[in-house]
């Protein structure tokens, strides 16, 4: 029975099928360049620790006046790993800004792993020399894939280089990728992979950095994707100095971007070293952002709301097709 007052609403679930279905590469990258030149509010997420642990859930809303809001639930249970049950999963749910109604739910996972990997593509089409020949992952996790698809799916790469610390979870990422008809190798050298790569998409758990400043050649890409709390990094925070920076949300970098934050601290570099955000590349992707062939170019991407709402509106607007209805008494 319903309680007094509420009445039965009808809501749309995407499961991961449908939100991957919704979202393919260029498309997304298309919508995110567009949704961010329009006016979303997107406040500093909340951390809730209810264990009193190290596992935490993150509550990230944005909105758009009058029109839909959505909330992303995020789980991080390192513990899970122990267990074979992934550390992160998360939910997300859309809300009219009209009647306040709750109108669907979308499995978050999928939604952060595409929206992250096409913001880090968006920023490579923009600041990447466009002769670009080789791409460079590094890194296995869940984001390798998405990242190497999302990259090649705005660029045309004639080689793609996956590295790890682990030989054979490199070769997992290469065969999946293999399985959506795109090929890569197994490159087991860091110092190689970068001394052959002209975009390089690190994204891992790292807390020690593991790429050398020496290491990053004249004219490469870097987009730092992994180390999204003060006290991770995947670069060393010395090339911050020696490179062009640009972050995905200048805010969030600011209070948790990974090695540029560390540098600013270690007084390497000021804020105002960060010369632009990701919306304002989107805005003007013919700018000459590179200040030369040789420049070196990091994007630093620690995630924020807005990029969540972009794509689950662009997921909600395939409805009915692949998406499930679902009537419950509110």
Excluded at 12 to 22: K, L, M
Excluded at 246 to 261: H, I, M, R
């Amino acid at each position: 029975m319903s309680e007094p007052g509420l009445r039965a609403t009808s809501m749309q679930f995407f499961d991961q099928a449908a939100v991957a279905h919704a979202l393919p590469y260029p498309a997304l990258v298309d919508a995110l360049a567009a949704g961010l030149q329009q006016a979303i509010v997107s406040p500093p997420r909340m951390v809730c620790t209810p264990n009193g642990d190290d596992s935490a859930v993150l509550i990230m809303p944005a909105w758009k006046a009058h029109e839909r809001m959505g909330v992303k639930l995020v789980s991080i249970w390192p513990g899970n790993s122990a267990r074979g049950q992934s550390a992160v999963s998360a939910v997300y749910v859309l809300l009219s800004c009209e009647d306040g109604q709750p109108i669907a739910v979308l499995d978050g996972t999928e939604l952060t792993l595409r929206r992250t990997a096409a913001a880090a593509a968006l920023a490579a089409r923009i600041l990447a020399r466009k002769n670009s020949q080789t791409l460079a992952i590094l890194g296995t996790g869940s984001l390798s894939a998405p990242l190497a698809t999302a990259h090649a799916s705005v660029m045309d790469f004639k080689t793609i280089l996956v590295w790890g610390r682990d030989a054979h979870k490199a070769q997992v990422v290469v065969d999946r990728l293999a399985a959506q008809g795109l090929s890569a190798e197994v490159s087991l050298d860091l110092q190689s992979t970068l001394a052959r790569a002209d975009v390089v998409a690190a994204a891992s758990t790292a807390t020690e950095p593991f790429i050398r400043s020496d290491w990053v050649k004249p004219g490469t890409h870097l987009g730092l994707i992994g180390a999204f709390t003060p006290a991770m990094a995947e670069a060393e925070p010395a090339l911050m100095p020696s490179a062009q920076l640009f972050a995905d949300s200048l805010e969030a970098v600011l209070q948790k971007g990974g090695e540029v934050l560390q540098a600013i601290v270690q007084g390497l570099i000021s804020a105002s070293a960060i010369q632009a955000e990701l919306a304002e590349l989107a805005a003007q992707p013919q700018k000459a952002w590179r200040q030369s062939e040789d420049s070196i170019t990091v994007f630093k991407s620690v995630g924020f709301a807005s990029l969540d709402l972009i794509a689950a509106e662009k997921v909600f607007a395939t409805r009915p097709t692949g998406a499930r209805m679902s009537s419950e008494r509110r």
